[in-house]
């Protein structure tokens, strides 16, 4: 059973570029959530999803940051018109239904020149 | 609100002797507890958790943690450190599972360097 998967590992985007992040999480998994470290930083929650629902978003900066886990295939973490402090490690988790253990997968590592 | 904190960003300890992390943290809901190792530039892996079973916990790559609820703490420890056991650790605090999801809030973490 493959682990989560994200893609791409390390991305460089230009001031006012988007920036796609995806996230495939582990067989069987239906729960997704994204979280966000700044340099020097712990984790900071942004965004619950479920097939085809976003949960919780109260981590999400208003504008800007958007996510998605469509029926079929990965989750999308969009950011739209990237400036440098969204510079950091994007990092997706999933779980299965009705339990507590979060698996991480291995980040995507934005960069905004 | 739930937050979580870690005192000492950094910690040093010999090859061998004990390691010890603190966590303390605050809850308005009964906990669950984690905590996570990170590599440099990997993702996060679970060492433990806690989910309000039994208080002493144990983990992989022989650590443990105690539940304290009288002193709000989830302290991580392992009696000899390896110099394997080099990466940071965060402790992270959650309300348990609801329908609502199981968010994490995790600490701002304590890089561990183990030196000969």
């Known amino acids: 059973n493959a682990g989560v998967m994200q893609n791409p590992r390390h991305l460089v985007r230009r001031r006012g570029q988007e920036a796609r992040l995806r996230c495939s999480p582990m067989?069987?998994?239906?729960?997704v959530y994204w979280y966000r470290q700044l340099p020097e930083e712990g984790l900071k929650f942004m965004v619950y999803l479920q097939k085809e629902n976003i949960i919780d978003e109260s981590g999400m900066p208003k504008e800007r940051f958007s996510a998605e886990f469509p029926k079929e295939g990965p989750s999308i973490l969009r950011i739209q018109q990237v400036v440098r402090g969204d510079s950091a490690a994007y990092f997706c988790?999933?779980?299965?239904?009705?339990?507590?253990?979060?698996?991480f997968g291995p980040g995507t590592r934005l960069t905004v020149l | 609100a739930q937050s979580v904190t870690q005192l000492g960003s950094h910690v040093s300890v010999s090859e061998g002797a004990l390691v010890l992390l603190r966590c303390n943290y605050s809850s308005s809901v009964p906990p669950y507890l984690f905590w996570y190792v990170q590599y440099p530039n990997q993702g996060l892996q679970l060492l433990l958790k806690?989910?309000?079973?039994?208080?002493l916990v144990k983990g992989i790559n022989g650590f443990e943690a105690e539940f304290k609820k009288s002193e709000t703490s989830f302290h991580l420890t392992k009696p000899s450190a390896h110099m394997s056991d080099a990466a940071e650790y965060f402790c992270a605090v959650s309300p348990g599972f609801t329908g609502g999801g199981n968010k994490l809030t995790f600490g701002t973490g304590t890089q561990l360097k183990v030196e000969l």
């Open positions: 067989k069987g998994h239906s729960h």
């Open positions: 806690y989910t309000s079973a039994a208080t």
């Open positions: 988790a999933s779980s299965p239904p009705s339990t507590s253990e979060q698996f």
